[in-house]
DNA sequence: ACTCTGAATCTAGACGGG
DNA sequence: TGATTCAGAGT
DNA sequence: CCCGTCC
């Protein structure tokens, strides 16, 4: 995801940085930067890759790949008789994810010491796994299916920039069950019904109602019975419609179990030669900028022992604004059980560099 | 009058100099 | 892809 | 904060 939205976002004149031979740097240049920014900012990151999806993702990622198509056609079409910000808005559109920005991204994560796993199937549940196991001390995802693979923090917005607009937001698992009132297997049923990637929505139902329907009714199953029953036929549930099989796959996710070998992650120094090497000479990096972030890279992997963020992460006071908002969509539901308890949280780092600014 | 869904629209990174 | 805003149907 | 640059 994130290399995704470099490729679409890191980008000068419309177009994607590249190196002199027109190879595409933007995925590089967004990896290294905010990585090294984590890293810098005392935390070890661990990266994990998608794999293979789930066959039940299939209809859903037809469907994407049908949008791409018609970007594509409508971008030919805006380089014919569009205006330049046409022509740059579907470019943004037909942004695909090749292997080849998989592989270099892992090329750069090696040189730089910090470790990675391709999950088999949903980078999700792969990080759900490592953080239940206490690999990780949480996941960090923009995606709230992390909770419903049963991660038991998530954290979004993990960006150290600067002029990050939105505060890095920590959502743990169990005080969402507890606002919600509910255990895990209404909390899938519910995020199920909310509308999930490998089943389509109900219509009609959208956050509201998917949550009245789970609470007076408990389960899926009991869910489906009522609406097949209701005399009115308020709600139809769709004619494929396979929410065992969805339910199967949150619960038992095809995954690495944290205790194969593959999972023994080490963070270790930057090969920095070999940094300068791929992102200088074959990218086209300016070498100076490199080397000093080689060198921080180097610094930090010898102080930052910490391998969790606990001790990094303060509750900074919660905003009037912040909690009138609770009222929303589907997955806000979620943050929103859980911003009733839980405070959004900085870095040790930020808030000190704030509390000297305001004093 | 109020609640809710769904369609439409916009946007998306990181950094630093001025 | 997600967040935000808005129109209109439904209650 | 705004806006240009990174490659």
Known sequence: MSIYSFLVAVRSDGQQLMSDTG??????????????RIVDNGIKPLY??????PKLKSGELAKRFARKNEASEQHEEAKETGTAEEVEKFS????????????????LLRLMGIPFIVAPTEAEAQCAVLARAGKVYAAASEDMDT???????LLRHLTFSEQRKEPIQ?????????GLNMDRKQFIDLCILLGCDYLDPVPKI????????????????????????????KYAIPEDWPYQDAR??????????????????????????GLVQFLVNEKGFNEDRVRSAAQKLQKNVKTAQQSRLEGFFKAIPKTEDQKKDLKRKHEEKVADAKKKKKEDAKTKKETKAKAHLNS
């Open 170 to 178: 920590e959502i743990h698992l169990d005080k969402t069950l507890e």
């Open 248 to 273: 199967e796959l949150f619960l038992h996710p095809d995954v690495r179990s944290a205790d194969d070998p593959e999972c023994d992650f080490k963070w270790e120094a930057p090969d920095v030669e």
């Open 147 to 153: 909770l419903t693979f049963d991660s038991p923090i």
């Open 48 to 53: 994990v890759f998608d794999g293979a999806p």
């Open 206 to 233: 959208g956050p509201n109602t998917a949550l009245k329907l789970i609470r007076d009714h408990g389960t899926l199953e009991k869910v489906v019975e009522f609406i097949e029953s209701d005399p009115k036929k």
């Open 23 to 36: 190879e595409t740097t933007s995925h590089l240049m967004g990896m290294f930067y905010r990585t090294l």
């Open 92 to 107: 943004r559109r037909t942004v695909r994810v090749t292997r080849e920005h998989n592989e270099e991204c892992r090329r």
